[in-house]
């Protein structure tokens, strides 16, 4: 069946540091691939996706490449903010298979002035 | 205002008494789903529906029912809940067009069973 990795959480990094969270996937054919935010106190928010091999999605400074040889979707930021503070979750579907998406566990960062 | 909306936001009921949480989203989305967050779990689906009248189960079916009866409405009710059940809980939206998978959440619903 279809799994997410993430790595452990919490991160915890100073203002301007450099992000990366890692995430791989085990996954039949072809999924699409998300990054979902989750600020405190709010639902799961899209903050990037990628549809095929070798795509980057990117969205408010992060950005995530698709790699089908690596099966990996990293979440990377080259400056974080305090307002970045959020859980991150890594998520596939099948395209056009939408009936059944699977998360991962989740990683939150708390970004510290 | 696009949006999934979700009631009540914080419950706190026992052992056995049926409850309804409520979800609706104004997008004209085909796709509706039920989530259950945990600790250390991530997000869990709980069960989906791809039309008016079509659901199916997601991984975690037990001691949960939905309904669609209408497209824009999708409640998930707890016929007999258990402490188990305590969680918080997220409705999410779609559409089912080609590449447009990106599911649109609920605020959450978080639940207290005694």
């Known amino acids: 069946g279809n799994s997410v990795t993430q790595m452990e959480g919490p991160v915890t990094l100073s203002e301007e540091a450099f992000l990366t969270i890692n995430c791989t996937y085990t996954a039949t054919g072809y999924p699409s691939l998300f990054w979902y935010v989750q600020y405190p106190g709010e639902g799961l928010q899209l903050l990037l996706k990628?549809?095929?091999?070798?795509d980057k999605g990117s969205n408010k400074g992060f950005e995530a490449t698709y790699r089908k040889e690596t099966t990996s979707f990293h979440l990377e930021k080259g400056s974080v903010q305090v307002s970045d503070s959020a859980v991150y979750f890594c998520?596939?579907?099948?395209?056009?298979?939408?009936?059944?998406?699977?998360f991962g566990t989740g990683t939150k960062l708390q970004v510290i002035p | 205002e696009a949006q999934v909306t979700q009631n009540p936001r914080y419950l706190i009921t026992v052992t056995g008494k049926k409850l309804t949480v409520t979800c609706s989203q104004n997008m004209n989305h085909e796709y509706m789903s039920w989530y259950r967050q945990d600790p250390g779990l991530g997000l869990r689906q709980i069960y989906y529906?791809?039309?008016?009248?079509?659901?199916d189960k997601g991984d975690v079916p037990e001691g949960y029912k939905v309904s669609r009866k209408e497209k824009r409405n999708f409640p998930l009710i707890l016929e007999s809940p258990s402490p188990n059940q305590t969680s918080l809980y997220f409705c999410?939206?779609?559409?089912?067009?080609?590449?447009?998978?990106?599911?649109?959440f609920g605020p959450g619903t978080r639940l207290l069973v005694l």
């Open positions: 990628a549809t095929k091999a070798d």
């Open positions: 999410a939206s779609s559409t089912t067009e080609k590449k447009q998978e990106t599911q649109y």
């Open positions: 529906s791809m039309n008016v009248e079509v659901t």
């Open positions: 998520a596939l579907t099948r395209l056009g298979g939408y009936q059944k998406v699977t």
